[in-house]
């Protein structure tokens, strides 16, 4: 999650736009912040992508990060606490924003390559994994760890988790745990693996291709095989303990297995927020059998304007961000107390008006 708090002026210096050759750059320039998004930012890439969409003279378009640490590492989760808490609207004015953008990369009529390289986390995902084509490196650090700060995976991610093979993308949104680049391709949220030394002759290569058919031939000539990542090697684990349709009997099969896995796995799953575990599942599953992104995305925000006015969020956020003492205290404690009927609350409100030109 992330929220603006820069102004249109500041827009120009966090996100830089250009043109080289025949590819148009997308480079996020808040290095110190690991790039984290603001509304300004979001505007600014919605309004690039328009333009170098319509420009005949541009084939591709490349999304990078400044410095050497990540791609986008999500936003200012303690901005979105401290005017939730306010009962401020304008908390919800970013999600109305970047949730169509996250489509508008999806839908993009050009070859849209990501450069994936190191942390690429929430809202990074949103604006990497959607795309046509996603790099990773031996640097890649991919996660959505919403779950353990009282929320869930957004930015589309209950469209995206649901299509990973078996029950990967059920343990990704669950635990929130960080993988590696390999994991990434495996879980179809990434294509190519690069490594991250080529990423510049990468780049320039595609600033010289002339269509299609070339932005692919240059990504091939730098491409090397991923290797195994912890999602493939435990991948019938997962599939056996993940395959259910409710967090208890997730539970429950993880621990009547007696794997270093399947321990580590629960371990983790204890720590995070209940409501937000049995939400994340449920917007999986629904998200599983849905028709559109754009389906995916409407539920995703009427959830979050929900969990506005819930308990877990707040507190995961000032466990993380505020006191920093990371011993969130959620509401419910256990999850036997998160009700069925607990979570009707977050289903019943059906926006309607991010996509007012696509109505399902």
């Known amino acids: 999650m992330e929220l ?11 996100v830089i736009v250009e043109r080289r050759g025949r590819a148009g750059i997308i480079r996020l320039n808040r290095a110190k912040a690991i790039n984290s998004l603001t509304l300004p930012m979001v505007r600014a890439m919605f309004q690039a992508l328009r333009r170098f969409e319509e420009d005949p003279g541009i084939s591709c378009v490349v999304l990078r990060g400044e410095g050497d640490r990540g791609l986008c590492a999500g936003g200012d989760v303690r901005i979105i606490h401290d005017l939730g808490k306010a009962g401020d609207p304008q908390v ?7 949730f169509p953008l996250n489509y ?22 949103g604006i990497s994994a959607h795309g046509s084509h996603g790099i990773v490196t031996e640097r890649t650090k991919l996660a959505m760890p919403e779950t353990g700060i009282g929320y869930f995976p957004d930015v589309g991610g209950s469209w995206l988790l649901p299509r990973a093979p078996g029950e990967c993308g059920t343990w990704l949104g669950l635990t929130g745990n960080i993988v590696t680049g390999a994991d990434a391709i495996h879980a179809g949220f990434a294509d190519h693996f690069v490594p991250s ?28 095989e991923a290797g195994e990542g912890v999602l493939s090697a435990n991948r019938q684990v997962i599939d056996a303990t993940f395959r259910f349709d409710t967090v208890e009997e997730i539970f429950a099969a993880l621990s009547a297995r007696d794997d270093a896995f399947s321990r580590e796995t629960l371990e983790v799953l204890k720590k995070r927020s209940p409501t937000s575990l ?57 999850l036997e107390d998160v009700r069925e009927e607990d979570l009707l609350p977050y289903f019943a409100e059906h926006s309607g008006n991010l996509f007012p030109r696509h109505r399902l």
């Open 4 to 14: 603006a708090t820069a102004g249109a002026a500041e827009a120009e210096t966090q």
């Open 92 to 98: 919800l004015d970013f999600w109305r924003e970047e």
């Open 104 to 125: 508008r990369i999806a839908r993009f009529a050009k070859p849209y390559v990501a450069l994936m390289d190191g942390i690429v986390m929430g809202g990074g995902v």
């Open 197 to 224: 030394e080529r990423l510049a002759d990468l780049v320039h290569d595609l600033s010289q291709a002339a269509d299609d058919e070339g932005v692919e031939a240059a990504i091939r000539t730098y491409a090397v």
């Open 278 to 334: 049995k939400l994340t599942l449920k917007l999986l599953r629904l998200g599983r059998e849905s028709a559109s992104l754009i389906e995916c995305l409407e539920r995703e925000f009427a959830a979050g304007t929900e969990i506005l006015r819930g308990h877990d969020f707040y507190e995961g956020a000032r466990a993380a961000l505020v006191d920093k003492d990371r011993n969130p205290r959620w509401q419910p404690e256990r």
